[in-house]
């Protein structure tokens, strides 16, 4: 009797199959201007080789807006965010629980703190909730609050069959048939670390601002790419996220955009959204670079179980060093979030009129 297929055979029989017809399909053409001003001045840093693909992050030198280019195609998005048990072992594990480390309760808490200084909202939409952690937390701040929750994918649906969510929304904000749904809903719509995913992050604003009802907010939180860790860590520096992350906006172009489509910003803050990760997270990539992951579903032959072995004996040397980086990383966080060296910032806008 033939061997049960392991989750790791199913990947591995899955993707060559995906690959076949090649990885253009996965990326648009390059630009050669910046999708956010129209600039041709673009400064390229340096290429990653990440899945199968090469991803680049070229920077406007006129609005610095930092961009993938080329970017994912949608079919390349669907390819690249497919695979939930990609690194669940050794330094690959360790990365997958370090670069999810804002999705703890103290994080959600204090996230959802921010907005106390506002009218109670009634209704509240969660856009890229995944498992509703967010919403989970934020119901001891704001009990009298229904949350809902919208993600692309299916784990929305066991949020809301945890009890996380009340409504579970599936699919994207920007599609049609889902704005129609959620036309003037809600009195709070929250994005956290969900604008960088997005192929446009500016039609992603415009439908949140039509879920809003009249005199919402908007509550956003994403990487800064004026961060000093940028300039210091180059390619290696977790936020770049490449291919995963599409887009980091500069506060002054999202503060911009958002006036522009008639919102009132009444709050901003480069240092609580801060998300010690920066010297961990460059080390974590590092290594993975270096120790791939020998079932990487895409590597056409298999790894010999010497090869397993050696990785786990170096991946078990190198544990400790990131352990290390990431005491560092909170020992240094109280400091770093006063500086440039904060890595992310928040936005708390509100709606005046509907956008055109």
Request: charged residues 25%.
């Given at each position: 009797?033939?061997?049960t ?5 199913e ?10 017809p090649?990885?253009g399909r996965?990326?648009?053409p ?8 129209g ?7 340096d ?31 669907a390819?690249?965010h497919?695979?939930?048990h990609?690194?669940?072992a050794?330094i690959?594990?360790f990365?997958?629980?370090?670069l999810t480390?804002r999705?703890?309760a103290r ?8 907005m ?25 701040i ?13 784990r929305?649906?066991?949020?809301r ?18 704005l ?22 500016r039609?992603e ?6 879920v ?36 980091l ?25 801060h ?13 993975a ?14 790894p010999?179980?010497f090869g397993?072995?050696l990785r ?8 400790p060093?990131?352990?290390t980086?990431t ?10 979030r006063?500086t ?15 956008p055109?």
């Amino acid at each position: 009797m033939p061997a049960t297929p392991q989750p790791d055979d199913e990947r591995r029989a899955g993707s060559p199959g995906e690959l076949t017809p090649g990885t253009g399909r996965l990326q648009e053409p390059r630009r050669d201007d910046c999708p956010w001003c129209g600039s041709r001045q673009l400064r390229t840093s340096d290429p990653v080789q990440h899945k199968p693909g090469t991803f680049v992050v070229d920077e406007c030198r006129d609005c610095a807006h930092a961009f993938q280019n080329p970017r994912l195609t949608a079919e390349g998005l669907a390819f690249h965010h497919h695979d939930p048990h990609e690194g669940r072992a050794g330094i690959d594990g360790f990365a997958e629980r370090l670069l999810t480390a804002r999705d703890s309760a103290r994080r959600h808490r204090a996230a959802a703190r921010a907005m106390l200084p506002f009218p109670e909202p009634e209704s509240w939409l969660d856009v890229g909730t995944g498992h509703g952690h967010f919403p989970e937390a934020a119901r001891e701040i704001h009990p009298y609050t229904s949350f809902d929750g919208l993600d692309a994918t299916g784990r929305v649906e066991r949020a809301r069959a945890a009890g996380r969510v009340e409504e579970a929304h599936q699919g994207l904000l920007t599609d049609p048939e889902v704005l129609a749904r959620l036309c003037s809903r809600y009195d709070v719509v929250s994005m956290f670390h969900h604008l960088e995913h997005t192929p446009d992050p500016r039609a992603e604003l415009r439908a949140a601002l039509t879920v809003l009802r009249p005199g919402g907010h908007l509550l956003i939180e994403v990487p800064d790419p004026d961060c000093t860790f940028g300039a210091l860590l180059g390619k290696w520096w977790v936020p770049y996220g490449r291919p995963r992350h599409l887009h980091l906006m500069p506060l002054r172009n999202l503060l911009a955009e958002l006036e522009s489509l008639g919102c009132v910003v009444v709050a901003t803050d480069r240092r609580e959204p801060h998300t010690p990760y920066d010297i961990a997270g460059a080390m974590t990539l590092a290594l993975a670079r270096v120790l791939p992951a020998p079932d990487a579903p895409w590597r056409a032959v298999r790894p010999t179980a010497f090869g397993r072995r050696l990785r786990s004996v170096l991946v078990g040397a190198a544990t400790p060093l990131v352990a290390t980086a990431t005491a560092l990383d909170h020992t240094l966080a109280p400091l770093l979030r006063r500086t440039r060296f904060s890595n992310a910032y928040r936005i708390i806008a509100r709606t005046t009129r509907s956008p055109a």
